[in-house]
């Protein structure tokens, strides 16, 4: 077996990455898909603010909780579903137009495969749009495996999505590494038993991410410290 690398002194041999807030800022898409569909139910477009504490836990936490906005719960239960197929309708077509890389993620991944790390993806929006957002940034061959929120029976946070990538690219959890944005992807790193580290710059529900434990936390994807095994 090759010697572990060590990134932020964690030895791993492989990494999960979280795509929306660690490596591509798409608070526009969402913001812009949303607008879209409020008023086709006659509600008020929505903030970035708004919609930045609501983005992590996938288009259906999204949906309802935006609809909670200008709802009342049951009305808002009410509409849902609709609003939701009309979301996923509205995303298809602005996914990638409103979004961007972040800095140093590019050349932060190339680090980690250079020093020969397996690489993942891991995001709760579905696979389809991930698959179709890396490929518009130019960043769909880091990946060994990409699994969207419709990849597994549960999402993010639950450890369920970690465990069985780590299954299908044939490295144990205890080798790989998650590096994600939020309070998710830590616990569903801790659920599966992977060490976790965190941006500083993504979308934490509003909170602050340095509340959240980590191995470590990067302002850039390419300051994280490389040792190769």
Same mark, same amino acid.
């Given at each position: 077996?090759?010697?572990?690398?060590?990134?932020?002194?964690?030895?791993?041999?492989?990494?999960?990455?979280?795509?929306?807030?660690?490596?591509?800022?798409?608070?526009?898409?969402?913001? *812009?898909?949303?607008?879209?569909?409020?008023?086709?139910?006659?509600?008020?477009?929505? $903030?970035?603010?708004?919609?930045?504490?609501?983005?992590?836990?996938? $288009?259906?936490?999204?949906?309802?909780?935006?609809?909670?906005? @200008?709802?009342? !719960? *049951?009305?808002?239960? &009410?509409?849902?579903?609709?609003?939701?197929?009309?979301?996923?309708?509205?995303?298809?077509?602005?996914?990638? @137009?409103?979004?961007? &890389?972040?800095?140093?993620?590019?050349?932060?991944?190339?680090?980690?495969?250079?020093?020969?790390?397996?690489?993942?993806?891991?995001?709760?929006?579905?696979?389809?749009?991930?698959?179709?957002?890396?490929?518009?940034?130019?960043?769909?061959? +880091?990946?060994?495996?990409?699994?969207?929120?419709? *990849?597994?029976?549960?999402?993010?946070?639950?450890?369920?999505?970690?465990?069985?990538?780590?299954?299908?690219?044939?490295? +144990?959890?205890?080798?790989?590494?998650?590096?994600?944005? $939020?309070?998710? !992807?830590?616990?569903?790193?801790?659920?599966?038993?992977?060490?976790?580290?965190?941006?500083?710059?993504?979308?934490? @529900?509003?909170?602050?991410?340095?509340?959240?434990? +980590?191995?470590?936390?990067?302002?850039?994807?390419?300051?994280?410290?490389?040792?190769?095994?």
């Amino acid at each position: 077996m090759t010697p572990a690398t060590r990134v932020a002194g964690v030895p791993v041999r492989a990494a999960i990455v979280d795509l929306d807030g660690t490596m591509v800022d798409t608070l526009g898409d969402f913001h *812009a898909t949303l607008n879209r569909v409020l008023p086709e139910f006659g509600l008020p477009e929505v $903030s970035r603010a708004e919609v930045e504490v609501r983005i992590g836990k996938g $288009s259906e936490y999204l949906v309802a909780q935006t609809l909670r906005i @200008h709802l009342a !719960d *049951a009305d808002a239960d &009410v509409l849902y579903g609709p609003a939701l197929d009309a979301y996923q309708r509205h995303y298809a077509e602005v996914n990638g @137009h409103h979004s961007a &890389v972040f800095p140093g993620v590019a050349a932060g991944l190339l680090r980690l495969r250079e020093a020969g790390l397996i690489l993942a993806c891991i995001t709760n929006k579905p696979t389809v749009y991930a698959r179709e957002l890396l490929r518009q940034k130019g960043l769909l061959d +880091a990946f060994a495996a990409i699994n969207g929120g419709d *990849a597994f029976a549960r999402k993010k946070p639950d450890p369920m999505p970690l465990v069985e990538t780590c299954r299908q690219i044939g490295v +144990a959890p205890a080798d790989t590494l998650m590096i994600g944005d $939020s309070q998710n !992807d830590a616990a569903a790193a801790r659920g599966a038993g992977c060490a976790v580290v965190l941006a500083t710059y993504g979308y934490n @529900h509003g909170e602050p991410i340095r509340a959240t434990p +980590a191995a470590a936390y990067f302002d850039r994807l390419d300051a994280l410290h490389i040792q190769a095994g």
